[in-house]
């Protein structure tokens, strides 16, 4: 009787805990499909994030704080997460989000770049800044 | 939205041609009488026997779903908004990862934020970047499959920040 009774209460448990999974999982397929054209969206030229990262990357190499090696290796990783969301593929993605961590900073510097120049102004540089922000946070919940 | 939209929505009984109860129904009348009074029926009866029914009638040939929309728009544009989302996505077989109510009303909190930095260069950039802002984050918070970032709805959230950052400014 007793050995019956916590047979059942481990069925139970096990039952609870593969619909607790199940759900879990799919409640995070449907956000990477979400978010994975949400991120494309934001990071396409010609005035995405990926805009802000080649003007970043010019930036720093022509006030001289980035060498024609390191430009060369940042442009590596630039390309790859530049195919990787255009591939749409979550996986792909995923793979390249420490490129993201290394180009982020360009990123921010192109839009200070931006604002310096006078193509947009603080309020705009603000929510530009907030976009590069949202991306990174977007990514991290991929 | 829900389906009891005040603003927006269709009339409970259809085709009777009576407008929404409420503020907007106010306006409507009152743009009613405006056109009855406008209008050359009024002003110069065509007949000796024409009555102010008469010319109401006229004064009626613009319907008054189209009027209800105008004075909504006028009203408040974040519902106009949302009227507009709702009825796009339903068209389109589309749906967003939050109710059309909170959507409109991050669209609001976006388009006020364009409408602060309206005198600033760039700010057709500000607006696609607060566009993709706004899918960012519904992305974020979507736990079931969603349209978020669907060119359709791209589309109609940048619209509605433009035009709803225009109605704050002007």
């Known amino acids: 009787m007793r050995t019956s009774k916590i047979l059942a209460v481990a069925l139970a448990a096990t039952l609870l805990l593969s619909c607790c999974t199940a759900s879990c999982h799919a409640s995070m397929r449907a956000k990477a499909e979400v978010l994975s054209p949400a991120i494309a969206a934001a990071w396409e030229a010609p005035s995405g994030v990926e805009a802000d990262v080649e003007r970043g990357i010019v930036d720093a190499m022509q006030d001289g704080e980035m060498g024609s090696a390191e430009s060369v290796d940042v442009r590596q990783s630039f390309y790859a997460l530049d195919e990787a969301i255009e591939s749409g593929s979550v996986d792909a993605i995923r793979a390249r989000i420490r490129d993201w961590t290394r180009l982020a900073p360009l990123a921010r510097r192109g839009v200070l770049d931006r604002y310096d120049d006078g193509e947009i102004g603080f309020g705009g540089m603000q929510i530009f800044l907030e976009r590069i922000d949202n991306l990174t946070a977007a990514l991290a919940a991929l | ?170």
Do not use: C, W, Y
């Open chain 2, 1 to 170: 939205m829900s389906e009891g939209d005040p603003i927006i929505s269709e009339p409970a009984v259809p085709d009777t041609g009576n407008p929404p109860s409420g503020e907007p129904a106010a306006a409507i009348d009152a743009i009613f009488a405006a056109e009855a009074k406008l209008s050359p029926a009024a002003a110069e009866p065509a007949t000796p026997d024409a009555t102010p029914e008469s010319s109401t009638a006229l004064a009626s040939s613009v319907p008054k779903s189209v009027l209800a929309d105008r004075v909504a728009a006028a009203v408040d544009p974040v519902a106009a908004f949302r009227g507009t989302l709702d009825s796009t996505l339903a068209e389109v077989g589309l749906r967003l990862a939050v109710d059309s109510t909170e959507a409109a009303t991050m669209v609001a909190a976006s388009a006020a934020k364009i409408a602060s930095i309206a005198h600033e260069p760039g700010l057709d950039l500000a607006v696609r970047a607060e566009r993709d802002n706004l899918a960012l984050r519904l992305g974020i918070r979507t736990t079931q499959a969603a349209s978020v970032a669907d060119a359709q709805v791209l589309g109609l959230i940048h619209a509605g920040i433009r035009l709803v950052s225009t109605a704050r400014v002007t």
